[in-house]
């Protein structure tokens, strides 16, 4: 019943029937990047098995981080660059189409999805699977007193995450675990957690669903061996799957990062910048620092979500927005899911929506590369670990709906409100939960 067993009836291997298409870097300003950093990808598309166009879907961008140059960015995802909220639902949707094409659904089960660039996206997921599932996502947050399962993503940028699973039913007693990322490349960090969970509670299937799978022979052997070990079934799900090469200069790059540090964007100063506080309630709040109930940091099910989805409705209204406003809700990293639900509640209206982010990419204002700009402030969560805006001085955007999870003072957002007024957004609304 395993994708890795192409004989099984109860889900489908599509690749035998797809050709290859092979794909370059033409969508970026190629010279630019080949002259001055040796910088090159090709990609080559194996597996399309919804047949989308994967140029609306994906872009290529080089990162701070040694570890791992690359950083393909989603162009849909909600987290680095704009995209209309309702795009970012229909990436889960997506999902679970395939998903729904590829296997049977069992009795029960938990949707995890990966911190933190993923949050949203296994969220949708969760909210269109059509069975008893819950969901959760890991955490860079750490909460004392509270039952966890910690491993590690090796190749990231923060690589430490933690799941508190001892709210969740089906965690023990459910018979498939998803798991959702925006991409998998080598599948380490699942098969790290696969490990971990299957020793605690064993489970009948798992299904890794991304919206890019770039494993090798190697690494679906990896599986294979790891089914067998475990006696289990490991599934994969996915939008697009095949093969990239990536080349670039390092030094060069380096000396990129050097000069980057000296450049400081807060030069303009926009003094007519409105700042206001919007108060939202949520009604479920968790633990000293009110985390919201419904984010699923610690699990939630498919009641949760319906109350989600009523106290949004409920609350939208007290967000103003004009026919003739360009408008940008800003989650702040973990935290994306609901600001998706409220941007999507203005589907008539001119409403872009993406995210902070803890992930260091380098920023080149050069023609078709996708980070242009980038600003840093300190996380609204944990003082200590820097955060990423990109390119909100780019998009002329008329007003900011910046969504904070947790009720801070409002000092604590004067590095924010120094960014805004660095660009020519003439209002930041600051959308608290109490």
Not at 180 to 204: A, F, S, W
Not at 308 to 331: A, T
Request: a negative charge; glycine letters at 2%.
């Amino acid at each position: 019943m395993s994708l890795l067993k192409l004989q099984d009836k109860e889900c489908i291997d599509y690749k035998d029937n797809l050709n290859s298409k092979k794909i370059s870097n033409d969508s970026i300003d190629k010279n630019y990047l080949k002259e001055n950093l040796n910088f090159e990808y090709n990609i080559e598309l194996k597996e399309n098995i919804l047949d989308l166009n994967i140029d609306d879907y994906l872009d290529l961008a080089i990162r701070n981080n040694k570890k791992r140059r690359f950083l393909f960015i989603s162009k849909t995802l909600g987290k680095h660059l704009p995209c209309r909220a309702s795009d970012m639902d229909n990436l889960g949707e997506k999902l679970v189409e395939v998903y729904e094409k590829k296997c049977n659904y069992l009795s029960s089960g938990v949707v995890i999805s990966f911190a933190e660039t993923a949050t949203a996206l296994g969220h949708s997921v969760f909210s269109h699977i059509n069975a008893d599932f819950e969901f959760i996502h890991t955490t860079r947050e750490i909460v004392p007193n509270k039952k966890t399962l910690d491993f590690l993503e090796e190749h990231s940028h923060a690589t430490n995450h933690y799941l508190y699973y001892e709210d969740l039913n089906y965690f023990k007693d459910g018979e498939e675990i998803i798991l959702v990322d925006d991409e998998i490349t080598t599948g380490n960090t699942c098969v790290n957690l696969i490990k971990k969970i299957n020793k605690l509670y064993p489970k009948r299937r798992y299904t890794i669903c991304s919206i890019l799978n770039w494993m090798d022979k190697d690494s679906f052997n990896r599986f294979k061996k790891l089914e067998q070990e475990l006696n289990t079934e490991i599934n994969f799900v996915y939008l697009f799957s095949g093969s990239f090469t990536f080349n670039c200069d390092e030094e060069k790059i380096e000396n990129i990062i050097k000069e980057s540090k000296n450049i400081n964007l807060c030069t303009y100063k926009n003094n007519n910048l409105k700042v206001s506080y919007i108060y939202l309630n949520m009604d479920k709040y968790e633990l000293d620092k009110k985390y919201i109930k419904y984010t699923g940091r610690f699990g939630i099910n498919k009641e949760d979500q319906k109350e989600l989805i009523y106290k949004v409705q409920r609350e939208c209204f007290k967000l103003n927005i004009s026919d003739n406003e360009k408008v940008l809700f800003l989650g702040s990293e973990e935290f994306m899911y609901i600001p998706m639900l409220f941007a999507n509640q203005f589907k008539q209206k001119d409403i872009y929506y993406h995210s902070t982010t803890r992930s260091p990419i380098i920023d080149l204002d050069i023609e078709k590369y996708p980070i242009k700009t980038k600003f840093t402030h300190n996380s609204l969560y944990n003082k200590d670990i820097v955060n990423y805006v990109y390119n909100i001085n780019k998009s002329h955007y008329d007003k900011c709906f910046l969504f904070c999870e947790l009720n801070k003072d409002k000092n604590d957002f004067n590095e924010i409100i120094n960014i805004f007024s660095n660009t020519d957004i003439k209002e930041l609304n600051i959308v608290l939960f109490k």
